[in-house]
């Protein structure tokens, strides 16, 4: 961490990752138009991420290595992994010993539990995923980092180009 406050330097500034090997591989399907529940099916995601800030005494507004490595850690959790929701009204998901059951209607799916991600979140769209992701990398940086960074956005690209994003005060 640096050690002396931000440096007082005119001009906005921000820092992004947008790496190849920034990518995840996952299973999910999400509800649509009220009662509709697609197929279970993958995505190759690929994140990006932004901070925004002011200069610390390194002239940094975040440590690229620090910033890269936390969010590396967080993708790496999800790469390989069915993606379930635990706040959705009408997706039920349940872990018994080593399975987890999920159901929505008459569907139901039993998937081996050590496969599985439960994510706090209503529907695993790329827009919640992002909003998931950037709390738990607000939460992984902010004792390395400190207090004094204003935003941090995550962006989640489901399909070649079609980006859910969120931005987070820091
Ligand atoms: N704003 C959002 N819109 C949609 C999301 C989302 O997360 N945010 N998600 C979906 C679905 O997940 C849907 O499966 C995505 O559809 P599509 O891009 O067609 O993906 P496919 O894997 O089916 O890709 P193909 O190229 O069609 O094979 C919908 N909308």
Redesign the pocket.
Known sequence: MPTSPPASVNGSYRVLLQKEQLVFSAA???T?AGDIC?RL???NYGVRAEVTGPLDSNQYVIDFIAFRDALAAIVKQLDHHMLLPTQHPRILVEQNGEEITTRFDEKRWIFPAEDCILLPIV???????AWWMANQLRTALKPQIGDWLETLEVA?D???G?W?ICKIDW
Not at 123 to 129: F, K
């Open positions: 999910h399907f999400i649509f697609e099916h993958g995505h529907n695993t769209t790329a827009e919640q995923i989640i489901e399909n070649h079609q859910g």
